[in-house]
């Protein structure tokens, strides 16, 4: 029987687990992933050069950007990007291709926009709200910690929770579907059980 047409956005904050949970997902019903990394990539590359925009963290941004202004600068980068976003779900609405779509850059008011467009669009917002569990998550990953101070890593944990709650707040507001990342055993199947959620089934 053919699958039913779905195109799952999965999003949070950093050291949320979207990556691991839309690849355990993607798996379980044998569709593709995309990352907004990816997208990223490629509005970096078409981006107006007369507003130029660093799309990813450089060295220094931990011991540099205040929380104000690096949700500022993330809330910038995440509008372009989702300009993307909404030109790939829109491609797959038309050939009719699932996807699980997964990144930070999927903001609340973005996926809130495309649930009311399209039926086949589905979203959930991921929440992890301790700080030692995202700062375990930070350091298992290794992306931009390698070798960086104590002080460093504090701030970047800071910045990842100031986030976690832009996203959530946002989403909550609009009436999106959250879910807590803990515990991460049963996130799985905590997001395929979560009221009206669309799943992909044979």
């Keep these: 029987m ?7 956005l999965i999003s949070g904050a950093s050291a949320t687990g ?3 949970i839309a690849h ?6 044998g569709v593709n992933i995309l990352s907004t990394d990816d997208i990223r990539i490629a509005m970096q590359k078409i981006h107006d050069a007369d507003h130029p925009i660093n799309f990813f963290l450089q060295d220094g941004v931990f011991e540099n950007s205040s929380i104000g202004k690096f949700l500022l600068r993330h809330q910038e980068v995440s509008e372009i990007v989702c300009k993307g976003l909404r030109a790939v779900i829109e491609h797959h609405v038309t050939v009719g291709r699932s996807v699980i779509m997964e990144g930070d850059d999927i903001l609340p008011e973005f996926a809130h926009d495309m649930e009311q467009r399209f039926s086949e669009v589905s979203a959930v917002f991921l929440n992890q709200e301790d700080k030692e569990t995202v700062r375990a998550n930070v350091l298992d990953r ?3 910690v390698d070798n960086i101070p104590e002080e460093s890593l504090q701030n970047l944990i800071e910045l990842i929770c100031a986030d976690n709650h832009r996203l959530i707040n946002g989403a909550r507001e609009l009436g999106l579907k959250t879910v807590d990342s803990k515990p991460f055993e049963t996130l799985g199947s905590r997001i395929k059980d979560l009221n009206g959620f669309l799943a992909l089934r044979q």
């Excluded at 053919?2 to 799952?8: Q, R, T, V």
């Design 142 to 144: 290794g992306r931009f």
């Design 2 to 8: 053919k699958k039913n047409l779905n195109i799952i």
């Design 18 to 20: 979207k990556t691991t």
């Design 24 to 29: 355990e997902l993607g798996k379980h019903w």
